[in-house]
């Protein structure tokens, strides 16, 4: 390089160092505000690192998430056990536990309960929980509590959790709780400390994909992650679906229709989001008047009665072949995702009813196709493009959709790493060897890193651009393709044997073969690859997947490759369950190391509310580490030291007068 461009290079970069240090004295116009801040900073650098809480694959299941969330994985118990240790009964911790989880709900049932003293029990309890938050509360600065504390109870809370019990302030500390509930106040303290207690036991939230689908409660699930301060979501297929029928692309928004029928769940689409799908009923009312759609019937379908399921199976059937016909467009005007071979539905010879796969000609099981041209059998009808239309606009002018929808691209990426960890859902595309693979899309090559970051911009394109329409339908139909493209990082098969389920009785043809990454996972020669193709140190660095259940039942174990890749699918989809034989892992990673817990089928709210069934957890520790963990090891760490560095020189700036104080 020439040494004059050099040296404009070097002259540029230390502009622009001193201008960065410049715009920091806007917020710490002098020295006394500086050094206050890094004494702060450095003080903070070395509290015990905050609780992470990692959970996959919900779909839709949002009691057992809510009840997760609200015991934390078993956190809460057992800051509970750490705190009273033998002082309290297991029947006293059990009680106490679901009054930290549902605490108007459970004060109300021991209200009525004539052998209990309740004003009595409301004192006990409240000293109890003072301790519990005075536990959960010891990793954080005053101000963090302070930020999370209730209004009407900030001053008292942060009162009750800097006294001792015990020396001269134990009569003013009890004094306090007495007056609490001598002026009814008591069961609303409770419940805005039980509140912060819950907060306080996870510093950050880490979802790894499909909130979406299965379940009856998605949109339950995003109005409760909203509420959340610290959180990232890493999508899955089954959000990328949904994120790709919010920004109206129609056979995205077949599909998310189709599964909600074929599962029976109706609930999120209709009441949840109030998508109207009566056009729907009455296209395939008309359609499909006397066809049975045996293959249509719904699964999970107990609280329907019979007249319900067959015009679930109507519907069901309706836009199953709507989908197929639109998914074939996009696979002829998008020659790179080359699926051709996914061409199912201009393959079958309609006149016979038959389709040839791989030099094999299977009879089709179904009959009747009202709605197919068989000149051109992926041509919409008229009546079909007018179904779809209105469809779309349900989609679209959907305004908790559409909120929804935006935070999971505000919270959301197809990746992240945080605190040596690499967390996405599906998989990194691999060769048979086990070496990255390269894909070829929209005319573009790349593999790892850059392919994940590729679909990623794509994503945001699809749902944002609003100028450049045949953009953003390339992005749109992208994100079909990370639905069930061969090389989708969010998929991992061969294909999504959909048509075949559906209309072929042979089994074989069901088959979706997985990508080499899942054989490799256990491999940890190629997780170190993956972990350095993100930056990571692979000494001290692990991948967390969802995505694929661990089938516990068939000896299954969700620890990969020497621990450095764990999969936490463990089912926490009741679809799931008679499979993995489990019902979800969840992952603690404290100050002290990482925790792998595998859960029970939770029961339901009232049975915990009433009998205090929290759900069975069994606790591995994968990782303890030899010295705690504190905020100075982690990435927070690297921001605040950064911070300091930056702010020592504002110090040095001021002190040799490059910058005046308090001139802003």
């Known amino acids: 390089m020439d040494e004059n461009i050099l040296k404009k290079e070097i002259e540029s970069l230390r502009e622009l160092a001193i201008r960065h240090i410049k715009n920091l004295s806007k917020s710490y116009p002098d020295i006394q505000s500086a050094t206050t801040e890094i004494i702060n900073l450095e003080a903070i650098l070395n509290l015990p690192k905050g609780t992470e809480h990692f959970l996959s694959d919900i779909h839709g299941e949002h009691e057992a998430f809510l009840h997760v969330l609200k015991n934390a994985s078993g956190v809460i118990r057992r800051k509970i056990n750490d705190v009273f240790e033998s002082k309290l009964s297991e029947e006293d911790k059990k009680i106490l536990a679901t009054i930290i989880y549902y605490p108007k709900e459970k004060l109300k049932l021991i209200k009525k309960n004539k052998k209990v003293n309740y004003e009595l029990f409301q004192k006990k309890t409240i000293y109890d929980l003072v301790k519990v938050c005075r536990a959960v509360s010891s990793k954080y600065t005053r101000l963090k509590v302070r930020e999370v504390l209730p209004e009407n109870y900030a001053y008292i809370i942060e009162e009750l959790l800097s006294i001792q019990e015990t020396g001269h302030k134990e009569e003013y500390y009890q004094k306090i709780i007495e007056t609490i509930v001598s002026l009814n106040r008591g069961e609303d303290f409770i419940e805005n400390i039980s509140r912060v207690i819950k907060r306080l036991a996870v510093k950050r939230l880490h979802i790894i994909g499909d909130i979406y689908d299965r379940g009856p409660g998605a949109e339950i699930i995003m109005d409760r992650l909203m509420k959340h301060k610290f959180l990232d979501i890493q999508w899955g297929n089954h959000d990328i679906l949904w994120m790709a029928a919010a920004s109206g692309h129609e056979a995205s928004i077949a599909?998310?229709?189709?599964?909600?029928?074929?599962?029976?769940?109706?609930?999120?689409?209709?009441?949840?989001?109030?998508?109207?799908?009566?056009?729907?009923?009455?296209?395939?009312?008309?359609?499909?008047?006397?066809?049975?759609?045996?293959?249509?019937?719904?699964?999970?379908?107990?609280?329907?009665?019979?007249?319900?399921?067959?015009?679930?199976?109507?519907?069901?059937?309706?836009?199953?072949?709507i989908q197929f016909k639109l998914e074939s467009e996009i696979i002829k005007r998008q020659k790179s995702f080359k699926m051709e071979e996914r061409l199912l539905i201009e393959k079958t010879d309609f006149n016979n009813l038959t389709i040839k796969l791989n030099d094999k000609t299977y009879k089709l099981n179904d009959q009747n196709f009202p709605t197919i041209n068989i000149k051109s059998p992926s041509k919409l009808t008229k009546a079909e493009k007018i179904l779809m239309k209105k469809l779309k606009e349900s989609f679209l002018s959907n305004e908790k959709l559409q909120k929804h929808i935006k935070y999971l691209y505000l919270k959301g990426s197809m990746y992240l790493t945080y605190n040596n960890n690499l967390m996405f859902h599906g998989e990194i595309p691999l060769n048979e060897d086990g070496s990255l693979k390269t894909v070829k899309i929209n005319n573009i090559a790349l593999k790892g890193k850059k392919l994940m970051d590729y679909f990623d911009k794509m994503c945001r394109i699809a749902y944002f651009e609003q100028e450049n329409i045949k953009l953003k339908q390339k992005a749109q139909d992208l994100m079909w393709y990370l639905w069930c493209g061969k090389d989708s990082p969010l998929f991992g098969k061969s294909k999504m044997a959909t048509f075949e389920r559906y209309f072929i009785n042979d089994k074989e043809t069901h088959k979706e073969g997985k990508n080499p990454y899942f054989k490799f996972r256990e491999n940890e020669y190629t997780v170190n690859t993956i972990l350095r193709e993100f930056g990571l140190d692979e000494n001290k660095s692990r991948i967390i997947n969802g995505h694929v259940p661990v089938k516990v039942k068939k000896g299954e174990h969700p620890l990969k490759a020497n621990k450095k890749l764990i999969v936490i699918d463990g089912g926490f989809s009741k679809a799931y369950q008679s499979v993995t034989g489990i019902a979800g892992y969840t992952l603690i990673y404290n100050s002290w190391g990482l925790l792998l817990a595998s859960h029970e089928p939770f029961t339901s709210v009232k049975d915990a509310i009433k009998n205090e069934t929290d759900i069975r957890s069994s606790i591995i520790l994968l990782d303890k580490v030899e010295k705690i963990t504190k905020i100075k090891d982690t990435d927070q760490g690297k921001e605040i030291s950064a911070l300091i560095h930056d702010l020592k020189k504002l110090v040095k700036f001021y002190k040799n007068g490059l910058i005046k104080e308090n001139e802003v």
């Open 255 to 321: 599909n998310v229709i189709r599964i909600s029928l074929r599962y029976a769940n109706l609930k999120t689409l209709e009441n949840g989001y109030g998508i109207n799908l009566m056009p729907l009923s009455t296209f395939a009312s008309k359609y499909y008047d006397n066809d049975e759609c045996k293959n249509f019937r719904p699964k999970n379908s107990q609280k329907y009665d019979e007249d319900e399921i067959k015009l679930i199976s109507k519907m069901h059937k309706a836009v199953t072949i």
